[in-house]
């Protein structure tokens, strides 16, 4: 039985508390909303996320040293935002060496680092030992209800990566292994951006065929900015790639989706903007990389622009798809 620290109490540090606690692994999770503490520690619930008993084993706690305490793994699910902030905390009172294993997915706020970059720059090799991504096609609420899922232990040291997978996998929950941390943490990132265009153009009453080509065309997308970045190809074709583009682009529990759809059903991005209370990582996303590109001028990406123009420079989304499909025609591959 291993110990693991949580930093976050919400859907998706809930759900991965109870993968650990299936199997039989000691897990604290730590937050700041006493609300939700309570309603774990009180009433085995999360109901702000939830309608689903949890197992008593699951804790949570308002204490970041207590948590720690002869931890083993910290698992960081936390919005990328928040992220280094959190990190410095733990710095400050962390007194041993852990694994790292982070399940967020974007980029800092503060610099557009990746988060393995950032949890690095953060935590000395005196804290930590190397970092694990634990990332791929997954959503809170379906693990929740142990739906079979399957995702990445992503890792710059395989065995570390396959320690990380033995930790969670189990007969719902399978975890591969992987080592392209470049490519698959930009692909979990990128993909956040192709989802809120699909989101959009359902909203805006377009079905699976634009659907279909947004996913398809997405994915060349991420492929040329993730290898210009140092990734590997065959990355895009797995877990953290298309497996997580395609349940990003189609699901309803997708943040990235249902922001989207909202803006393409009101057509009001500013109203959007104004109004949203959630976490919806591919906004942020797209500015970061629609910026960069001016440092890749050989790249094209037009799905990143047109999300841009929408997101940013209050384009019109149905104008904007019209000018996807009157761009000039070319060979596919």
Known sequence: MSKIAILGTGSWATALAQVLVDNEHEVLLYGIDQHEIDDINLHHRNDKYFAVDLDEKIRATKDLKVCLQDAQYVLITIPTQFVRSVLEEVKAVLDHKVIIVNASKGFDNTNNMRMS??????????????????????????????????????????????????????????????????????????????????????????????????????????????????????????????????????????????????????????????????????????KVVHDDLIHYPQIQMPIIDAAYAVLYDGANPKDVIRSLMLRDLKQEL
Do not use: W
Not at 268 to 276: I, L, P
């Open 117 to 286: 970059e950032t949890i690095r720059s953060v935590l000395g090799e005196d804290q930590r030992h190397e970092v694990v991504s634990l990332i791929g096609p997954s959503h809170a609420e379906e693990v929740i209800l142990r739906m079979l899922t399957v995702i990445c232990s992503v890792s710059l040291d395989l065995e570390i990566a396959a320690e990380v997978q033995h930790l969670f996998s189990n007969e719902y929950f399978r975890v591969y292994r992987l080592d392209d941390e470049i490519g698959a943490e930009y692909a979990v990132a990128l993909k956040n951006v192709i989802a809120v265009a699909s989101g959009c153009a359902a909203g805006l009453g377009y079905g699976d065929n634009t659907r279909a080509a947004l996913i398809t065309r997405g994915l060349a997308e991420m492929v040329r900015y993730g290898m210009a970045k140092g990734g590997k190809f065959e990355t895009y074709l797995g877990l953290t790639g298309i497996g997580d583009l395609v349940v990003t682009c189609s699901s309803i529990h997708s943040r990235n989706f249902q922001a989207g759809y909202e803006i393409g059903k009101t057509q009001d991005v500013k109203g959007f903007m104004e109004h949203n209370t959630k976490t919806v990582e591919g906004i942020r996303t797209c």
